[in-house]
Each structure stands twice: as C-alpha cells, then as structure tokens.
C-alpha cells in the first residue's frame, strides 16, 4: 500500500485531467492571438502564473490530499483491485455484480451486429460502460463497509453514553476527573458525528449503485432496438455525465471509522 510519505502532491496536482485540460486551453490560447505580437506572450505569462499559484496552494489542501489518497486506496484502474473487491463482497452483493456484467456483455453482443461504420461509437460506449461497472463493485465494496460499521454500532447507545457521562460531569468536583471525562465525552460526539455521516454515505453509495443500474439497464433496452448508436438520445449521455461528476463524493469517502483502519485514517489523526 502506498504511504502518505511516498505520494508526491505536487506531481498528482500537475497531472490532474482538469489541469492538463487547463494547460492544453492555454496552448491554445496562445496561439490563436498570435496574430497580435505581444498577446501570446501576455497569455503565457498569466496562464503560467496562475498554474504556478495552483501548484503551490493546491498539493497542500486537505481536501485534495484526502482525494489522492482515495484515489490510490481505491482506484479502479487495475483489474487485480476489483477481483479483491468482489471476492471480498457479500455472495447478495456478488450476484447483483455478476448479473450487471452479464447485461454488459449482453450489450456488446448487440453492439456486434451494428455496422462497421458505427464500430468507433460503439467501443467508446463500452469504455464507458466497462468503467461504470469498475465504479459499480467499487460502490458495493464501500457500501458493504459501511453497512458493517452501522452493524457494529449504534446512535442510541452512543447518545445514551453521551447523556450518563453529561450527568456525571456536573456531579463530578473533581477538576483531574472532570478533564478527563470531557475528554471521552469529546470523543463520544466524534463518535456520533462519524456515525451519522457513516449513514449518510451508505445512502449516497446506494444511490449510485441503483443509478449505475439504471444507466446499464438503459443503454441494453435501446441496444435491444436501435439499428444504429447513434439512435442513443442525450439522455443517457447526460446520465453518465453526471455520474461520472458526482462520482467524486464515493473517492472522498472517508474509511477512518472502526473496526477498519487505512491511510486516510492516519492522515486525519495527523491532522487531529
């Protein structure tokens, strides 16, 4: 696993498609005022000042740091990270993967009997596919987590902990005493708070798993019908679309809570 010490922030923030994107703009930028003489090199110099302002404050956010370490936790890139995830997953969980993969392989079937010249479209529809799939176990994965920690505790006993400990603080004299249980009382909000953002994002990585499922099962019933890719409306371009966005939410999950333990959570215990 790779370690916080070894992930080199400024390079992940200069690689980043959005930045890349950013530079490849400037480069064209650039050349399309370069009729006028002193406009390219106005271009250049601020385009180049504000990448340098973006490298020098971005590598050191929190938030992006949190978001690269998902990233390497749970990337979806090698094929070897999902066959753990789905050896690892509820045989329940396994069987909704295995019968999404199917409708995949189902829909590169009918793709097969599309003409030749449709073949570009269509390898590029099942990119995408192949990558909700990766993003769809990813989502099992998580969400299987999450239900074993919501299993493993409980918002009532913590705030009926909280409620006994109160109590005792203000029957308590003892200021040694005192400090020490605002301290565990401290720790027991933490707790609750951890918990209930635990349920909120078992929620969002449901969500995502049904809207995967939606989108998968969309692109088999036209496939079913349409003589050629491009029959596909908007719609379901703009369904990926937003998936592909909100997908963002699951890579800052954060994994710090009991019994697992991973890089985020030494990252915020650092920060702590």
């Known amino acids: 696993m790779n370690t ?3 992930i080199n922030y400024p390079r992940e923030a200069f690689l980043h498609p959005l930045n890349l994107a950013y530079l490849m703009l400037l480069s064209l930028a650039a050349f399309f005022v ?9 271009v250049i110099t601020l385009g180049l000042g504000l990448e340098l302002l973006y490298l020098g404050t971005v590598p050191t956010m929190p938030l992006f740091r949190r978001h690269v370490v998902s990233r390497r936790e749970y990337g979806f890139k090698e094929s070897d990270t999902e066959k753990q995830q789905f050896h690892q997953l509820h ?14 392989e189902n829909v590169k079937g009918n793709f097969a009997h599309m003409p030749g010249s449709s073949r570009p479209l269509t390898d590029h529809l099942t990119k ?3 990558k909700l799939l990766a993003e769809y176990i990813g989502h099992l994965y998580q969400r299987q987590r999450y239900d074993e920690y919501l299993n493993f505790a409980s918002s009532d006993s913590i705030r009926i902990e909280i409620r006994a400990l109160e109590k005792d603080l203000r029957e308590t004299s003892s200021s040694r005493l005192r400090e020490v249980r605002q301290r565990r009382l401290a720790i027991l909000n933490r707790r609750l708070e951890k918990f209930q953002m635990a349920c909120e994002k078992a929620l969002v990585s449901l969500s995502q798993c049904e809207t995967i499922e939606d989108a998968i099962r969309y692109v088999y019933e036209k496939s079913l019908t349409m003589s050629h890719p491009d029959d596909i ?17 699951m890579q800052d999950i954060e994994d710090n809570l009991p019994p697992t333990y991973t890089v985020l959570s030494d990252m915020e215990t650092r920060q702590a």
Do not use: H
Not at 34 to 42: A, Q, R, V
Not at 96 to 103: D, I, Q, V, W, Y
Not at 233 to 249: N, P
């Open 91 to 104: 045989p329940d969980y396994q069987k909704r993967f295995l019968s999404l993969r199917r409708l995949t």
């Open 128 to 130: 995408r596919l192949e």
């Open 4 to 6: 916080i010490q070894s």
């Open 34 to 42: 370069s009729g006028t003489p002193w406009m390219p090199t106005l």
């Open 233 to 249: 409306d908007s719609q379901l371009d703009m369904l990926l679309a937003e998936l592909e966005e909100t997908s963002v939410i």
